[in-house]
């Protein structure tokens, strides 16, 4: 199992509509972890943090499954603008090798 | 802030040629990652810096490789002999508190086109 896998993108959807990616974690004793958003040919960004059982910020939802290992993020209403990869982050026990996923892309189409 | 700073964002090399990819981080940022992404690997993590000393540098591919951190406000990432398969983007990103649990900021990256 890898340590860090996404939902296979690309999802296409319209705009207005909720999407949720997941991702699932190997390493059971990780405590935090992030969602970075990546524009085309651009740098990620921090989106969310999760480090209970969930983070909100206006139609972004995140929530962590520590008993299955899983993050998952749901965008409401979705936007033309919030088109672009998600990555799924998880810091290992060993504080710095954090893991990237390989990212979920979504396009949003008017 | 200006945020972390790479430079050059782009460049094209011949093979065998030395590349020096450079970064500038976050004023009192105290940890500095090197990162690279290809299409197929996704993001890789390179090297890590902890107050200026490599932590770990298991990430790197292979030592044609290297990177220096000679004081906070700078690094260098140096491929010599470059490769073809080398092509990819490297990002530099820092953080103010080791990395793990808390986010990075990441510079706008370098694209690197061996040929």
């Known amino acids: 199992r890898k340590e860090v896998e996404q939902d296979p993108g690309p999802f296409n959807v319209p705009e207005g509509a909720t999407v949720a990616f997941n991702c699932t974690y190997s390493n059971s004793a990780s405590q935090s972890f992030f969602w970075y958003r990546q524009d085309c040919r651009k740098e990620p960004k921090l989106l969310m943090s999760?480090?209970?059982s969930g983070n909100e910020d206006g139609r972004f939802t995140a929530q962590l499954n520590r008993a299955s290992q899983y993050i998952s993020l749901l965008i409401r209403d979705s936007k033309l603008s919030d088109s672009a990869t998600y990555l799924c982050v998880v810091p290992n026990t060993g504080g710095f090798k954090t893991i990237f996923g390989a990212g979920t892309r979504l396009f949003v189409k008017a | 802030d200006a945020g972390v700073i790479q430079s050059p964002r782009h460049e094209v090399t011949e093979m065998g040629q030395e590349v020096t990819l450079r970064c500038k981080p976050i004023s009192g940022h105290n940890s500095l990652f090197w990162y690279r992404q290809t299409m197929m690997r996704g993001l890789e993590l390179l090297i890590y810096?902890?107050?200026?000393?490599?932590?770990?540098d298991s990430g790197m591919p292979e030592d044609r490789f290297s990177a220096k951190m000679p004081n906070a406000s700078f690094s260098t990432l140096k491929i010599q002999p470059s490769e073809p398969r080398d092509s990819a983007v490297y990002f530099c990103a820092s953080s103010s508190t080791g990395g793990a649990g808390y986010g990075y900021t990441f510079g706008s990256g370098t694209r690197l086109t061996v040929v």
């Open positions: 999760v480090y209970s």
């Open positions: 810096f902890n107050n200026n000393v490599p932590i770990d």
